[in-house]
């Protein structure tokens, strides 16, 4: 039990969702996913099914249109799940709070965010640091019965 709780905290799966950006949170995820910020060096790899994925990490205002997809995403990932919303816009629906097509953030949607990038973008550093705090909560997770 204890060598998986070590591979899943030693190589944790990311899954990256737009929920209707304007794609300055994504081109930060992107460039901390470069060799410059590299966050493979923590064992993080991106995948695209949500069935492998242990972080979601969710930039943008929840939409109307977005909502549905992104509750189904979340309940295809496995337990325990972590949830990253990166961007002030994932986070408060930001300068779209109000909007008549904007739910608002991630917390009013799935009702849980596990870590919290603030910033309109966030720096890729921050990404990185909010990634690395999220490897150390999954070493405290309970093991799951694999991938």
Not at 39 to 44: D, K, N, Q, S
Not at 73 to 90: D, R
Not at 127 to 134: F, R, T
Request: aromatic share 6%; hydrophobic share 40%.
């Amino acid at each position: 039990m204890g060598l998986l709780r070590w591979a899943r905290a030693s190589s944790p799966w990311i899954l990256h969702f737009n929920t209707g950006a304007c794609n300055a949170c994504d081109i930060e995820v992107v460039a901390a996913l470069t060799p410059r910020f590299d966050i493979e060096r923590f064992g993080a790899l991106k995948v695209g099914s949500p069935r492998h994925a242990d972080i979601l990490v969710v930039t943008g205002p929840v939409t109307r249109e977005s909502e549905p997809r992104l509750k189904r995403i979340y309940e295809q990932m496995p337990e325990p799940k972590l949830v990253m919303a990166v961007g002030t816009c994932a986070i408060s629906g930001g300068v779209f709070s109000g909007c008549y097509n904007v739910r608002g953030g991630v917390v009013n949607v799935l009702g849980r965010a596990d870590m919290l990038v603030p910033g309109c973008p966030p720096r890729p550093e921050a990404i990185v640091d909010g990634l690395v705090k999220l490897v150390r909560m999954l070493r405290k997770a309970g093991v799951r019965t694999g991938r």
